[in-house]
């Protein structure tokens, strides 16, 4: 079973919004183990509309569409979908009555375009809208099954969940089950390198992939059902874990803070921050965690010496005799900030963002009863003042989260 | 001339990664006055990417790729758009020797892998890549023009802007000129309510638009060049400022917080601020324009009572009779850090951010040698904890605004 999105709407092929509708079906498609090899997007064009609709159904088992069922005259896809599949289209007396019943119940009274969405095919199910007004529908017929759904997200998510997944589950052989391997410390080419052998496996499949500094694994198995899919994935998996060691932070845990935020919560430790070139960005993504004011005690953004000196204490001849950007003033932030916020670590961080020459470097340090370390972090990019900082954040969480796994 | 967007990425196809390229590329093509007429998006495999390239370069003059260039195996991109335009492959000596350069910079050596990122078409333009290691391709052959760009959007954005917008310029019949009038205090449907009579208008269009809690309106003039363009544009942008009055924080300006930035700058301003619901956010974002060490005193986050007290010196009695989240704690939060930073300005916010009942409630306070003022901020979403710190940092950060600007 082999199914495709077409999403529809001008405002699409303008970028005035984000599909977030392709993410959503795509990932639910996934779940249900069918494929999506197609996600295609076309304006409010008839010709244009028909033609990727000709297209879709002639290469895939299951369309579904997003957008165009409303009632004003570019709402096209009900019309051209029913052509396409050779449907007549009836009035539906109940969703006309449904419809007047929605205006009447907001004091207004149904305009004449309204009546379009009470059109249905003449062999098609209906599928109800709680949210709207333009109500789904779903059509087989000739062994394809071509589904239309509304535009807007808070129509389609529900609709898709409450009638078109217990539809779905018949064409449905099997799951697709996904597992993600997090790692810091290792570029994406170099992780390739210590797992390549294990890509070519076809079930489950192993890809890589890279983001903002981290290189990620996804392990995806098809199987019969859920838990034939954690056994094939299983091995794969811990021979990933095995070969990539300590650079693993963590299994489907979706982002270091969330990793640190969970180990900090674990081992009833409280994590105070000192924040030079990160300006605020270790504590906030500390905090963008709920539930983080059980570990969190506080955090300082000391961008001047001045700051440093006073607020944090760091001494005026460490500051004078390795400058501000230093492994000595990263520890000594760590040691100051976990000494005045009364916490089991004190994190810091110190560097140029930039953009500009030299930028990209910063020194990181963690400071706890057991000692203080520190590392030099180098990104190469001298423009970049986001990843810059984004990476020294990653970066000095991830010390965190070796201390705590005792690494 | 017609253009269409082809996505490369398993990751897409499985609802992993949301297309915020797809986005921004029609986006950008809009402004350019190039008509994105389709996108399409297909995963790593060589067939169905050679079958949706041909595809593509018959109905389009112009194809945008973006992904599959990257180092590891399943990035094809480059080779099946090199057989599809008929092109040879060839090793370019110099993005070697920058790839090399890359990797002994980050203190790292190259893997063999990446060595297929250096390879270019024979007739072939190479875009730089100054975020990341892949290089983009232009190929104009035939009356087509392909152009290859590597998948993440921090490599993508800049690349594009930097090389692509250039090249593209000779497509372009004419310009599409647009203009963004940020407010903030105003909702999405009152600011309309304002301004009604304009949104008919076709040249320039004027669209509204929401954004995590602020409302922007889009002003768009089509025209035979640029200068043309901006009078055709700026007597409806004169008359929607004077129309929003002091909701309007700034034309074309991004973001509050660089309109706050700049205003500080250009006042020799100095702000210190102290957070507690926002955790670093307000820091963050104000540190994340660069030249923010002008402005920026420093930053506190302080989570817990404790902290409020020990390192800001709130009293105990305003913490025990008002409680945390308070207009009374919030001054004298805004007071004390505004005192321990030397800054002209001290900024708070307190609050709610959950998720959890009573959540998206939070104070906001400033303090200059002009006294002390504060708001209630109630964004009604008690499941949101991202949207709620967003919003009161915003809305903390436009108080800094009003007060630089005399309002």
Redesign the interface.
């Known amino acids: 079973m082999v199914c495709e999105l077409l999403c529809v709407g001008t405002e699409?092929?303008?970028?005035?919004?984000?599909?977030?509708n392709?993410?959503?079906?795509?990932?639910?498609?996934?779940a249900l183990g069918i494929?999506?090899?197609?996600?295609?997007?076309?304006?409010d064009?008839p010709l244009?509309l028909r033609e990727?609709l000709e297209t879709a159904l002639e290469r895939s088992d299951i369309v579904l569409t997003s957008g165009g069922l409303g009632p004003t005259a570019d709402d096209i896809t009900r019309e051209i979908a029913c052509e396409v599949m050779g449907e007549a289209l009836l009035a539906d007396a109940e969703i006309l009555a449904k419809l007047e019943a929605f205006f009447t119940a907001r004091g207004s009274r149904m305009t004449d375009n309204n009546k379009k969405q009470a059109l249905v095919p003449q062999n098609g199910r209906v599928l109800e809208n709680h949210n709207g007004t333009a109500p789904g529908i779903c059509m087989e017929k000739n062994g394809k099954c071509l589904i239309l759904l509304p535009g807007p997200p808070r129509e389609l998510e529900p609709m898709f969940r409450e009638s078109v997944k217990p539809l779905l589950q018949k064409y449905a052989d099997g799951v697709i089950l996904?597992h993600t391997v997090h790692t810091m410390l290792l570029?994406?080419?170099?992780m390739?390198?210590r797992v390549?052998d294990l890509?070519d496996s076809a079930n489950p499949t192993v890809?890589?992939?890279?983001?903002?500094g981290e290189a990620y694994l996804?392990v995806?198995a098809k199987a019969a059902d859920l838990q034939q899919a954690e056994r094939i994935a299983a091995p794969v998996l811990q021979e990933l874990q095995a070969r990539l060691g300590n650079a693993v932070y963590g299994l489907d845990c979706g982002s270091i803070e969330i990793a640190v935020v969970r180990l900090l919560a674990e081992k009833g430790k409280t994590l105070a921050?000192a924040?030079s070139c990160?300006?605020?960005?270790?504590?906030?993504?500390?905090?963008?965690i709920?539930g983080?004011?059980q570990v969190?005690?506080?955090?300082?953004?000391?961008?001047?010496n001045?700051?440093k000196r006073?607020?944090l204490g760091v001494r005026a001849q460490t500051l004078e005799a390795y400058s501000a950007v230093s492994e000595q003033v990263a520890c000594e932030m760590a040691q100051r900030v976990r000494q005045?916020?009364?916490a089991d670590i004190g994190l810091a961080a110190t560097g140029y963002?930039?953009?500009g020459e030299g930028a990209g470097l910063s020194y990181i340090a963690i400071d706890s009863e057991d000692g203080t370390r520190s590392e030099c972090i180098?990104?190469?990019?001298t423009?970049?003042?986001?990843?810059n900082?984004y990476v020294s954040a990653s970066r000095a969480l991830n010390l965190v989260r070796l201390f705590l796994q005792g690494a």
């Open positions: 699409l092929l303008l970028g005035d919004i984000l599909n977030t392709a993410q959503f079906l795509s990932r639910e498609m996934a494929a999506v090899l197609h996600q295609s997007t076309v304006g064009n244009r990727a996904s570029g994406e080419s170099a390739e390198a390549r890509m890809a890589p992939y890279a983001k903002s996804r995806s921050v924040e990160t300006g605020g960005y270790l504590a906030k993504r500390i905090t963008d709920p983080a004011s969190f005690a506080c955090g300082i953004v000391s961008y001047s001045d700051i006073r607020i005045i916020g009364g963002a930039g953009p180098q990104t190469g990019r423009q970049d003042r986001d990843y900082r």
